[in-house]
């Protein structure tokens, strides 16, 4: 199976930068699609951003555009989330998704990572 563990939140105050990691535990990712995804406490879990592993299409939810981008590093086995200009509605836990297609619904993807905490002080 895929194993994925997230890495690199913290605190940061509102308008600085965090970049987040996502290693997988296989040597490729090939043919997957991997996600971020994200929940505060009490809410229901919501798409960030996503990318096809090969041609490295993506895509992003509208709060986020301009503001964080999605990576991968085919070397390194690893994606990244790189914020910037973070805002405190941007705290959250966020995870990581491996599936075999993409898109905006959680249910469709098939590993996650442990979650990583973000936390934006206004």
């Known amino acids: 199976q895929v194993q994925l563990v997230e890495s690199g939140g913290g605190l940061v105050q509102a308008g600085g930068s965090l970049r987040l990691s996502c290693a997988a535990s296989r040597r490729t990712l090939n043919p997957y699609h991997v996600a971020w995804f994200r929940q505060a406490p009490g809410k229901e879990r919501e798409f960030v951003a996503d990318i096809r592993w090969i041609g490295s299409t993506s895509s992003y939810h509208d709060s986020v555009k301009g503001r964080f981008t999605i990576s991968r590093d085919n070397i390194k086995n690893t994606a990244y989330l790189q914020m910037n200009s973070l805002k405190p509605e941007d705290t959250a836990v966020y995870y990581c998704?491996?599936?075999?297609?993409?898109?905006?619904?959680?249910?469709?993807?098939?590993?996650w990572g442990q979650g990583t905490q973000v936390t934006v002080s206004s």
């Open positions: 998704a491996a599936g075999r297609g993409g898109g905006t619904d959680y249910k469709i993807y098939n590993y």
